[in-house]
């Protein structure tokens, strides 16, 4: 049994219907994306692959957290694959009143969240981006700086006054409420 033929404007109407209905799944696809991204930070994630690259430190895990600590240097630099902190997990650097400057090297953005404290100042910099979720809580005894262009090591190490971040990125920093 055949279809009848539709008219001209009833065909390019159902034709535009169907275009919408693609793109609406297209979206609720991306959108259901972010969510399982959502959840996954959610049910724990910490950071991963810590190397000190200028200073000395100790990295350690305990259950749903890792405590970073800078004993013996006022200043430390540290290069992270990763730097995530899923909800109800914490992130804690005990670096005395000094500074502890977190590079991200891999290819994702940070997402914060969970707990981020220090006893001094915190520097997050990744290139990628970094958001710090509703959740996320970040509490310092200092400074503390997220930005996504970077800063020398050795510049960082010597203190003063100030820092110079350069770079040429269009990734962002962002504060979910």
Known sequence: MSRPELPRPARRALRRRQS?????LVIGSALTGLSFAHATL???KLPQGGTYVAG??????????LVVTQPGSTRGVIEWN??????NNSVMFDNGSGATLNRVTGGSPSAIFGR???TGSLYVIN???IVVGPS??????GRFVASTLDVCDSAFMQGGGSLTLSGDRDASVIQQC
């Open 116 to 118: 981020l404290s220090a």
């Open 56 to 65: 000395a430190g100790a990295i350690a895990s305990h259950g749903d957290g």
């Open 82 to 87: 990763s730097f995530s902190i899923g909800r």
């Open 20 to 24: 919408a209905g693609r793109l609406w």
């Open 127 to 129: 290139p990628q981006g």
């Open 136 to 141: 996320g809580v970040i509490s310092t005894g």
């Open 42 to 44: 959610a049910a724990g």
